[in-house]
């Protein structure tokens, strides 16, 4: 088989009744970027086309530069080969007031308050949620950069080390912060990836909740 990616997509998805939408939920794009895609009126890199593939079920096909796919050899550098799909697992977006409950209670939500969930493939070493980022402290003008928006998926099981992005909690406020963890000598600081936001040192008057292992910006 030699056959265009978007043209076999396009079928794939009417034949499996996968929407845009749920394509794009799945690749953590916007509705409209899938659609510039299958459209053809902006090329995805080759690993992106094989991630889309893969989710609509296509397996063990080689995509080639030329858009095309086929079930050859994958050996070449310039060719992407399209692994299984695997579908990862949801965990839910929380305020922050809530994140900030959740090293305070057992069970520090309820699943019928949580109005969205986002999928995550991530290796989560205890449980896992995802936060929205309010704010610029967290946007740097180079090198990482975390802007307000982005989802922001946390690892409670996760131990934090010097540098991790991590989310806490101040014992004199009942809301989580976003920030980086800074130790140095054997003080701990929380500080922004904004230059502009100043050191804060923590002592006891802080609980680190969970350190972040992946980001999602969606647009729409």
Not at 67 to 86: H, K, L, R
Not at 92 to 108: D, I, K, N, R, T
Not at 124 to 146: H, N
């Amino acid at each position: 088989m030699n056959m265009k990616w978007f043209d076999i997509a396009k079928t794939r998805m009417r034949e499996s009744g996968i929407t845009q939408e749920e394509l794009a939920e799945r690749l953590g794009i916007t509705k409209g970027a899938v659609s510039h895609w299958l459209n053809q009126r902006r090329e995805p890199r080759l690993e992106e086309i094989a991630k889309l593939l893969s989710i609509i079920g296509m397996k063990g096909f080689v995509v080639h530069p030329d858009g095309t796919i086929s079930d050859g050899d994958s050996s070449e550098s310039n060719v992407s080969y399209v692994a299984p799909y695997v579908k990862g697992k949801n965990y839910p977006v929380l305020s922050s007031v809530q994140a900030g409950s959740w090293c305070e209670a057992c069970e520090p939500y309820t699943l019928k308050d949580i109005d969205l969930w986002l999928e995550s493939d991530a290796h989560i070493q205890g449980d896992a949620f995802w936060l929205e980022v309010e704010g610029d402290s967290m946007t740097a003008p180079v090198g990482l950069s975390v802007p307000e928006g982005t989802f922001v998926l946390f690892d409670t099981g996760r131990e934090p080390v010097n540098g991790s992005l991590v989310i806490a909690k101040l014992s004199d406020s009942n809301e989580a912060t976003f920030k980086k963890l800074i130790i140095d000598g054997g003080q701990k600081y929380l500080k922004g990836l904004n230059p502009a936001w100043p050191l804060v040192p923590v002592n006891g008057n802080c609980k680190t909740i969970g350190v972040a292992v992946e980001t999602k910006l969606r647009l729409i």
